[in-house]
């Protein structure tokens, strides 16, 4: 079974810390995926990665930047962190379109 | 612009009830996935379908092309099937797995 792993299931921070969100997965995809989810908004993308040091916008990208230096992992980073930006996160992978997500992160900003 | 509606937002139904979701997309999506989300977890992709009729158990996803609507049916519903279901389009022409997503439905299947 495909394993996608994020590293934190609740964080909570404060107004102005830098905020590191790990993903994971096992299975070799290309493909990799940051989402946050909010009430009434639905899921959107923030970045998404085709490859190694690959990386896109997504349609919410501000307030954000990611990094993929190995394949298995693309990490979110909050440089500065605002209220706004208190969420759900779900990483996820895909291979042949399908989808494969991790548990998700929420984090609270105070 | 790249849309997907769902309907409904929200459904009660008794268990054993059959239950439908709909969805409808725009042009320009090619393929359909309906998704499981349970609450507080992380997502489950349950069917991605760009033509027909896929079944898995008690779950049914259909996909009508020339219509632009796909549904989800759910037979003998069981309370452990409470959970938001959503709808997400994706486009080949444009980002592989990058989908456009439903605003979600959420179902709760009283005992």
């Known amino acids: 079974d495909v394993k996608v792993t994020q590293s934190s299931r609740y964080l909570v921070k404060r107004t102005g810390e830098k905020v590191f969100l790990e993903c994971v997965q096992d299975m070799d995809h290309e493909n990799m995926f940051w989402y946050r989810q909010d009430p009434g908004l639905g899921l959107r993308l923030i970045y998404f990665s085709y490859d190694v040091k690959m990386k896109e916008k997504g349609d919410i990208p501000e307030g954000y930047s990611v990094s993929r230096e190995k394949k298995e992992r693309f990490s979110l980073i909050l440089e500065s962190a605002s209220t706004n930006q208190t969420s759900m996160y779900l990483c996820?992978?895909?291979?042949?379109?399908?989808?494969?997500f991790g548990e998700g992160s929420r984090l609270t900003v105070l | 612009k790249n849309e997907v509606e769902q309907s409904p937002q929200n459904l009660t139904a008794q268990e054993g009830e059959f239950i439908t979701i709909n969805c409808s997309y725009s042009?320009?999506?090619?393929?359909l996935h309906w998704l499981q989300q349970h609450p507080g977890g992380g997502i489950v992709s349950l069917f991605m379908?760009?033509?027909g009729k896929k079944k898995h158990g008690r779950l049914i996803a259909t996909i009508n092309i020339q219509e632009k609507h796909s549904s989800l049916h759910i037979t003998a519903s069981h309370p452990r099937d409470s959970a938001v279901y959503i709808c997400?389009?994706?486009?080949?022409?444009?980002?592989?797995?990058?989908?456009?997503f439903g605003k979600g439905t959420k179902l709760s299947v009283k005992p």
């Open positions: 996820a992978s895909s291979y042949g379109g399908e989808l494969f």
């Open positions: 997400a389009g994706s486009n080949y022409g444009g980002s592989q797995g990058n989908l456009i």
């Open positions: 379908l760009s033509s």
């Open positions: 042009v320009g999506i090619s393929a």
